[in-house]
Protein backbone atom coordinates (compact mmCIF):
# COMPACT_ATOMS: atom_id res chain seq x y z
CA UNK A 1 0.00 0.00 0.00
CA UNK A 2 1.70 3.15 -0.70
CA UNK A 3 1.58 5.71 1.80
CA UNK A 4 3.52 7.93 0.34
CA UNK A 5 0.42 9.63 -1.92
CA UNK A 6 -2.07 11.63 -0.56
CA UNK A 7 -5.47 9.36 0.26
CA UNK A 8 -7.75 8.53 3.14
CA UNK A 9 -6.53 5.68 4.98
CA UNK A 10 -8.64 3.15 7.15
CA UNK A 11 -7.82 1.23 9.97
CA UNK A 12 -10.58 -1.45 11.28
CA UNK A 13 -9.52 -3.02 14.23
CA UNK A 14 -12.29 -5.61 14.50
CA UNK A 15 -13.47 -7.92 17.12
CA UNK A 16 -15.22 -11.19 17.53
CA UNK A 17 -14.93 -14.74 19.27
CA UNK A 18 -12.33 -15.84 17.07
CA UNK A 19 -10.03 -15.36 14.46
CA UNK A 20 -12.26 -17.56 11.86
CA UNK A 21 -15.07 -15.88 12.31
CA UNK A 22 -13.82 -12.46 12.13
CA UNK A 23 -12.41 -13.32 8.91
CA UNK A 24 -15.34 -14.97 7.60
CA UNK A 25 -17.38 -11.36 8.02
CA UNK A 26 -14.53 -9.45 6.93
CA UNK A 27 -14.59 -11.79 3.22
CA UNK A 28 -18.15 -11.66 3.45
CA UNK A 29 -19.30 -7.83 3.34
CA UNK A 30 -15.41 -7.32 1.74
CA UNK A 31 -17.50 -7.14 -1.71
CA UNK A 32 -19.74 -4.24 -0.75
CA UNK A 33 -17.00 -1.95 -0.24
CA UNK A 34 -15.87 -2.80 -3.65
CA UNK A 35 -18.96 -2.79 -5.09
CA UNK A 36 -20.26 0.91 -3.37
CA UNK A 37 -16.44 2.63 -2.84
CA UNK A 38 -14.37 0.81 -5.53
CA UNK A 39 -12.03 -0.55 -2.96
CA UNK A 40 -9.08 -2.31 -4.18
CA UNK A 41 -6.64 -2.74 -2.00
CA UNK A 42 -7.85 -4.06 1.82
CA UNK A 43 -5.55 -5.53 3.74
CA UNK A 44 -6.65 -8.12 6.33
CA UNK A 45 -3.73 -7.91 9.34
CA UNK A 46 -3.59 -9.88 12.84
CA UNK A 47 -1.88 -8.46 15.58
CA UNK A 48 1.21 -9.91 17.30
CA UNK A 49 0.63 -12.57 19.81
CA UNK A 50 2.56 -11.14 22.32
CA UNK A 51 0.22 -8.20 22.39
CA UNK A 52 -2.86 -10.08 23.70
CA UNK A 53 -5.07 -7.95 21.92
CA UNK A 54 -8.93 -8.12 22.00
CA UNK A 55 -8.97 -7.49 18.35
CA UNK A 56 -8.24 -10.52 16.09
CA UNK A 57 -8.61 -8.87 12.54
CA UNK A 58 -7.02 -5.26 11.58
CA UNK A 59 -7.96 -4.38 8.08
CA UNK A 60 -6.12 -1.77 6.28
CA UNK A 61 -6.93 0.00 3.03
CA UNK A 62 -6.73 3.24 1.34
CA UNK A 63 -8.82 5.37 -1.73
CA UNK A 64 -7.67 8.37 -3.72
CA UNK A 65 -10.17 10.68 -2.09
CA UNK A 66 -12.89 11.22 0.50
CA UNK A 67 -15.44 11.49 -1.77
CA UNK A 68 -14.78 7.87 -2.70
CA UNK A 69 -16.27 7.15 0.89
CA UNK A 70 -18.32 10.00 2.10
CA UNK A 71 -21.56 9.21 0.21
CA UNK A 72 -21.10 5.37 1.03
CA UNK A 73 -20.94 4.93 4.14
CA UNK A 74 -22.14 4.74 6.61
CA UNK A 75 -25.03 6.92 4.92
CA UNK A 76 -26.23 4.37 2.53
CA UNK A 77 -29.42 2.02 3.31
CA UNK A 78 -27.49 -1.27 2.13
CA UNK A 79 -24.76 -0.08 4.79
CA UNK A 80 -26.91 -0.75 7.29
CA UNK A 81 -29.20 -3.35 5.79
CA UNK A 82 -25.98 -5.77 4.86
CA UNK A 83 -22.93 -4.52 6.68
CA UNK A 84 -24.06 -3.45 10.05
CA UNK A 85 -26.92 -6.20 9.82
CA UNK A 86 -24.26 -9.24 9.31
CA UNK A 87 -22.02 -7.42 11.93
CA UNK A 88 -24.65 -7.95 14.73
CA UNK A 89 -25.46 -11.25 13.36
CA UNK A 90 -22.20 -12.20 13.58
CA UNK A 91 -21.22 -10.32 16.77
CA UNK A 92 -18.57 -8.50 15.49
CA UNK A 93 -17.59 -5.31 16.44
CA UNK A 94 -15.77 -3.06 14.15
CA UNK A 95 -13.97 0.20 15.28
CA UNK A 96 -12.90 2.06 12.20
CA UNK A 97 -10.34 5.04 12.31
CA UNK A 98 -10.13 6.80 9.27
CA UNK A 99 -7.10 9.56 8.65
CA UNK A 100 -4.96 11.45 5.55
CA UNK A 101 -1.70 12.24 5.40
CA UNK A 102 -0.71 15.96 5.96
Not at 37 to 59: F, H, K, M, R
Not at 80 to 93: D, G, P, R, V, W
Amino acid sequence: MDHTRDGVFLFNFFYADSLAQNLGIWEYTAGWFVDQTGLDNSCPLAPEPEQNSDYTVINHCRWDHLRQIRPSFPFKPSFKTYIEANFNANQTAPIPILYTLA
